[in-house]
């Protein structure tokens, strides 16, 4: 823990730490990722490897930035404004507004989906092939029915977010309708501040820039296993990789008859957590665990029967994990009998991820460079993500997105 310009910063944890302490008027967070491969190319998935087989792609690996805001205070004029005033290395201009959304209330009916056909197969850990009790294989339609398997859901890795509209009283982010988004070029080192009507000033130096890219590939072994392989990035805390793969209808049919789901984690985790920004301290607890794989780890071999069971396409994605740093305002108190009341606390979370189709060499290689995406400023609704948004979808919930928004 330290103490620099009347601000704390604990490194790689939580601000509010254990002590009588009040709930900051104001709460600021910063998620920081690198994405290339096919994940950086425009669209992403399939369109992008068909865009590169045809002499798409290229280019550099894309930077992304999401800002939130969240606030126990009212604007006095009732129209919120905040801008985050960036250095110069950003490349983002003087600063950059973060947009309070408006509270549209969403009409009963309003919402469509379609319930998913088939089944999906549940493959977990690395090695050339699966144990028994492989695969898990859940029916969509009776899912529909009401027909959960026991054990599935978990919490173990839960989808953190420290700044939401609903717990606060005002709340701001962007990226926005600005037509601004973060470049290759981007650096985040350096002094920032956000000012606002709603809530205090903040001020805090980053030490820490946008992790490396990661280069994901893989090779067919000879028993029908798959090697996957990826560089180490230096600051990542732990790795995750997870495939999506099909196997098609007959002729004509553009449904899947199966989906296959394979992680990397050796515990059976497959929780909207693993696809987000992780704290140094909950990927140390992943990793002693078996969930992540450790930071010295650079290669995972993908049971056979996953690519068996995924005869027609596979989709790899990698995840590295990110350093983070911690400010808050006033420090804590030394004495623990000393009630901390900070005026306001921030963090910024850091990770990296690539994406590519397994097996076919050369596709999602090359790291192409596109505008981050914006968020929308009607609020969507939220839904279940990773695993939980293919049931969920069964089951006729919305389903929500992965893309830090």
Known sequence: MLACGGLLLIAGGSVLTAQNAAAPVARYEMR??????MAGMRGGGMGAALGMAFGGGGGGAQHELWLELGSSRTAADGKPKADHFMPAGARLGKSVALKTP????????????????????IF????????????????????????????????????????????????????????????????????????????????????????????????AQPGGATLLRWNALPGATGYHASIIGGKQGGRGSNQPVD??????????????????????????????????????TTTCTVPAEVKQAAPDYMFGSIYAYGPEE????????????????????????????????????????????????????KPKKRGLGGLGGLIGGALGAPTGGQDGC
């Open 32 to 37: 920081a990722g690198t994405i290339s491969g």
């Open 102 to 121: 408006e509270r549209t209330p969403t009409a009963p009916g309003e919402t469509h989906f379609e319930r998913p056909t088939g089944r999906m197969l």
């Open 124 to 219: 977990w850990g690395c090695g050339e092939h699966a144990p028994k009790g492989q695969p898990v294989i859940i029916d969509f339609a009776k899912i529909a029915a009401g027909q959960m398997p026991p054990g599935l859901w978990s919490s173990a890795v839960p989808l953190d977010r420290y700044v939401t509209p609903a717990n606060s009283r005002t709340y701001g982010q962007w990226p926005s309708d600005d037509g601004k988004s973060a470049r290759p070029d981007s650096s985040l080192i350096g002094a920032h501040r956000i000012a606002g009507n709603y809530a205090p000033d903040i001020n805090f130096t980053l030490t820490k820039d946008f992790m490396g890219a990661l280069q994901g590939s893989s090779a």
């Open 259 to 296: 989906i296959v789901w394979w992680s990397s984690s050796a515990t059976r985790e497959f929780g909207g957590g693993l696809a987000d920004w992780l704290a140094p301290a909950t990927v140390a607890r992943l990793v002693a665990n078996r969930t992540v794989l450790s930071p010295q």
């Open 326 to 377: 911690d400010f808050a305002y006033p420090p804590r108190p030394a004495d623990p009998k000393i009630a901390w009341k900070p005026e306001w606390t921030a963090r910024i979370r850091h990770r990296s991820m690539t994406g590519f189709l397994v097996g076919m060499e050369g596709l999602g290689a090359a790291n192409g460079a596109q505008p981050q995406r914006e968020c929308p400023t």
